[in-house]
């Protein structure tokens, strides 16, 4: 069946010749294996007594969804989301506003490109980084906040200040990139508009609230979502920072489903864990094509 | 860009660029905490409080390419980065254009399979890509992360390349058809040139994802296709922690990707939100 382009037919042939080794490749490597891990979310697997491998139907759902721990771990995940988020938005807006405006040129391409430096940084380096700088006796971090007057915090060793050194690093690594999300949503605002708003009042809020602010949702959209979606994902940086520890504090959803499947050898369960973050993560997907591609 | 009327007050002025210089330091003291402690030996490094002035060594880096095989692991993380990179353009290329050009069912979903997999967490696919890989005995080879490497990477050549050839204007391929011109001679020869810099963009960001990735090497190498970033987690094993060897290992993961990430740094934005915010 032709279909139409807008001038002349394109044989359907010729599309599939296009697009089918990507198409063909993405399920194998993706789709497939994503068919293996329902299959094995459905059996009692573990991968230290393969000969007990049976069909046990929902059970691992079952478990999944009645388990404290992994509740617990999803709960941490948003909290670290709730408290970084807001924070990466008002750093981030601020640095946006601060590089839209007008002047100093050289300085401003340089700030630009060192907030490019912290998100393209390896996590698992980040990570490592985070290990040194916060380490309580050689750390430099307990340095600089000596110089202010602080005691020495045992960040990596407890619990709650583990928490608030993963969330502060996280807030490091990507506030420099809501600002520069920001920051490409601020240039949309067409100049006119803005030189108009400004001539009217020297409040630069009324501005940002009234200008601005209508023009950066969609850039809002989008951080939004990303944060929420890379925030499930979380793995290098905390897993090479704390290993989820101490106890499970550090312990995100991701860094919990490679425990289960891979250091408790728990394969069944760790798939139903893996499937539901899936369909949290299909969700996402759906809000965010639904409310940024218009056009496709 | 425009300029202002009236340039801002002096003293705001003075307010901005201490901002910024803030942003910078901010941005940049990691990496100079990083680069400064891998040029410590290991008595400096355990300095307690840390020391700032001190003679810088090299030992660190001769130490851990030489002694403990990074050097290896780089090397396999290039190879691995690299081949599946030209894999993800030679796949991703027509598939763009198709997306570009052509109208057909499905595009939608086409669209939405690959947004899902920019969001969804590598531990999904780990786990089965793992027993599957063991059964089939490829554990621990550069093919496998070649080959898992381009869940995310197609997508991300196919997003940005599908944005460079609908910017090619549409009028070349209509005076090309009128000539006779199948689709393929049309791409490879008129649209596939003009779209060599979306081609590079991409190239760079699905290198610098590869390069940067973890938890797939973690699960499905062990020595063989080892990559660096495992590598350099290794050294976290015991009590008395090697901080120079460790960021030593780390600034030589970290100084290819800083210098992509800066070449490509006009387009990181849109490669990372997929194109919604150019």
């Given at each position: 069946?032709?279909?139409?382009?807008?001038?002349?037919?394109?044989?359907?042939?010729?599309?599939?010749?296009?697009?089918?080794?990507?198409?063909?490749?993405?399920?194998?490597?993706?789709?497939?294996?994503?068919?293996?891990?329902?299959?094995?979310?459905?059996?009692?697997?573990?991968?230290?007594?393969?000969?007990?491998?049976?069909?046990?139907?929902?059970?691992?759902?079952?478990?999944?969804?009645?388990?404290?721990?992994?509740?617990?771990?999803?709960?941490?995940?948003?909290?670290?989301?709730?408290?970084?988020?807001?924070?990466?938005?008002?750093?981030?807006?601020?640095?946006?506003?601060?590089?839209?405006?007008?002047?100093?040129?050289?300085?401003?391409?340089?700030?630009?490109?060192?907030?490019?430096?912290?998100?393209?940084?390896?996590?698992?380096?980040?990570?490592?980084?985070?290990?040194?700088?916060?380490?309580?006796?050689?750390?430099?971090?307990?340095?600089?906040?000596?110089?202010?007057?602080?005691?020495?915090?045992?960040?990596?060793?407890?619990?709650?200040?583990?928490?608030?050194?993963?969330?502060?690093?996280?807030?490091?690594?990507?506030?420099?990139?809501?600002?520069?999300?920001?920051?490409?949503?601020?240039?949309?605002?067409?100049?006119?508009?803005?030189?108009?708003?400004?001539?009217?009042?020297?409040?630069?809020?009324?501005?940002?609230?009234?200008?601005?602010?209508?023009?950066?949702?969609?850039?809002?959209?989008?951080?939004?979502?990303?944060?929420?979606?890379?925030?499930?994902?979380?793995?290098?940086?905390?897993?090479?920072?704390?290993?989820?520890?101490?106890?499970?504090?550090?312990?995100?959803?991701?860094?919990?489903?490679?425990?289960?499947?891979?250091?408790?050898?728990?394969?069944?369960?760790?798939?139903?864990?893996?499937i539901i973050l899936l369909i949290i993560t299909i969700i996402l997907s759906q809000l965010y094509i639904r409310l940024l591609y218009k056009e496709v | 860009m425009r300029n202002a009327q009236a340039g801002p007050a002096p003293r705001g002025m003075g307010v901005q660029i201490l901002l910024m210089l803030l942003v910078i330091l901010f941005c940049v003291f990691p990496f100079y905490w990083m680069v400064t402690t891998s040029l410590k030996t290991q008595i400096l490094a355990l300095e307690s409080p840390p020391v700032w002035i001190f003679e810088p060594t090299l030992a660190n880096y001769s130490e851990v390419l030489l002694k403990d095989g990074v050097g290896t692991t780089l090397i396999n993380s290039l190879i691995i980065a690299v081949s599946t990179t030209l894999l993800a353009v030679l796949l991703g290329c027509p598939a763009a254009y198709a997306l570009a050009r052509f109208e057909f069912r499905g595009k939608r979903d086409l669209w939405f399979w690959f947004i899902t997999n920019r969001m969804v967490s590598p531990i999904v696919l780990a786990l089965p890509f793992f027993l599957i890989v063991r059964k089939i005995g490829l554990l621990d080879t550069h093919l496998v992360l070649i080959l898992i490497y381009l869940t995310f990477n197609l997508p991300i050549v196919i997003w940005i390349c599908t944005d460079q050839f609908r910017s090619v204007p549409y009028d070349l391929n209509e005076a090309?058809?009128?000539?006779?011109?199948?689709?393929?001679?049309?791409?490879?020869?008129?649209?596939?040139?003009?779209?060599?810099?979306?081609?590079?963009?991409?190239?760079?960001?699905?290198?610098?994802?590869?390069?940067?990735?973890?938890?797939?090497?973690?699960?499905?190498?062990?020595?063989?296709?080892k990559t660096a970033p495992a590598m350099a987690v290794s050294f976290m094993e015991g009590y008395n922690l090697p901080y120079g060897k460790i960021m030593a290992t780390s600034t030589l993961i970290v100084i290819p990707v800083i210098v992509f990430a800066l070449i490509a740094s006009k387009h990181l934005v849109r490669g990372l939100t997929m194109g919604a915010v150019k």
């Open positions: 069946m032709p279909v139409n382009a807008s001038s002349g037919t394109i044989r359907r042939s010729t599309i599939l010749a296009f697009l089918g080794p990507s198409v063909v490749t993405l399920l194998v490597i993706g789709i497939g294996p994503l068919l293996y891990a329902v299959w094995t979310s459905l059996h009692y697997f573990n991968l230290t007594k393969l000969k007990k491998v049976k069909f046990i139907g929902m059970e691992n759902y079952a478990s999944v969804l009645t388990d404290s721990v992994f509740w617990e771990a999803l709960g941490r995940t948003f909290l670290l989301l709730v408290i970084s988020l807001p924070i990466q938005l008002a750093i981030g807006l601020g640095i946006a506003l601060l590089l839209h405006q007008p002047g100093v040129g050289f300085l401003k391409t340089l700030t630009r490109l060192s907030l490019v430096l912290p998100m393209a940084t390896t996590y698992a380096v980040v990570g490592l980084l985070g290990q040194v700088m916060f380490n309580l006796k050689y750390g430099v971090v307990n340095q600089l906040i000596g110089f202010v007057g602080f005691d020495p915090v045992n960040w990596i060793g407890d619990p709650t200040n583990a928490f608030i050194a993963i969330t502060f690093w996280d807030i490091w690594q990507w506030t420099p990139f809501v600002a520069l999300v920001l920051l490409a949503g601020l240039t949309t605002v067409p100049s006119e508009i803005e030189e108009a708003a400004k001539l009217e009042t020297k409040r630069w809020f009324t501005v940002l609230r009234y200008v601005q602010l209508p023009f950066l949702i969609p850039a809002l959209t989008a951080v939004l979502i990303l944060r929420t979606a890379d925030t499930l994902k979380l793995f290098d940086m905390v897993f090479t920072m704390t290993r989820g520890g101490p106890g499970s504090s550090t312990e995100l959803i991701s860094l919990m489903i490679q425990r289960v499947g891979f250091r408790s050898f728990d394969q069944g369960l760790a798939s139903a864990q893996a | 090309a058809m009128l000539e006779g011109a199948s689709q393929w001679r049309i791409f490879r020869s008129i649209c596939l040139p003009l779209a060599v810099p979306g081609v590079a963009v991409s190239s760079i960001f699905s290198f610098i994802f590869s390069w940067n990735e973890l938890m797939y090497a973690l699960v499905l190498t062990r020595n063989n296709a």
